[in-house]
């Protein structure tokens, strides 16, 4: 089942990022990031346990929002769960009117099987380099960064 996060998966949630972090497959996340971006979060829940999360976080600018935090526990990989969790994001962000999605990854070809397409970072709006400027990774960050259109 996908639903919202609630306020007691913030911890789970966290642990689930971090350990793909700590694989060198994301960036991690501190639980103050979490829980203040909690509303952002989509969660796959399976026996009450959460196997999968992504997150909606509006940018604002030029109808902009990305996707973050996307995975998917190892033993549910491959049964279309992270397929699932971006599009309720997508959906989220048409609901919001949202024009545009983009997202930033070491998993380009993922991204491009489920409709999103390669641009250059430079092309995002300052704001998200914000974000990046605080990454222990900049400026050697080798993400790749992808937009789909709404
Ligand atoms: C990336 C990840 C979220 C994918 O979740 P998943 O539930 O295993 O993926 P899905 O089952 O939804 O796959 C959806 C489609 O993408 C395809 N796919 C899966 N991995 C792929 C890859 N690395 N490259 C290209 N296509 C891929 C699947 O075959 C499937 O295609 P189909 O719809 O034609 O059958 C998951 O593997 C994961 O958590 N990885 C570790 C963390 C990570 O890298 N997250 C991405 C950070 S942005």
Redesign the pocket.
């Known amino acids: 089942m996908i639903r919202k996060a609630e306020l007691s998966d913030a911890v789970n949630i966290q642990k689930l990022v971090n350990h793909?972090a700590n694989?060198d497959?994301?960036l991690p996340r501190s639980l103050n990031e979490i829980y203040e971006n909690l509303r952002d979060f989509w969660v796959y829940v399976d026996n009450e346990e959460i196997r999968?999360c992504s997150a909606l976080h509006i940018v604002g600018w030029d109808g902009l929002a990305e996707?973050k935090s996307?995975?998917?526990?190892e033993n549910?990989?491959?049964?279309?769960?992270?397929?699932?969790?971006v599009l309720r994001c997508v959906d989220e962000a048409k609901s919001f009117g949202i024009d545009k999605i983009f997202?930033?990854?070491?998993?380009p070809?993922?991204?491009?099987?489920?409709g999103f397409g390669e641009i250059d970072k430079d092309k995002l709006p300052r704001k998200i380099w914000t974000e990046c400027c605080n990454c222990p990774k900049f400026p050697g960050c080798l993400e790749t960064a992808l937009v789909k259109a709404l």
Do not use: E
């Open positions: 793909f694989l497959l994301m999968g996707i996307l995975v998917v526990a549910f990989q491959g049964k279309g769960i992270g397929k699932d969790l997202v930033l990854t070491y998993r070809d993922y991204f491009k099987n489920i």
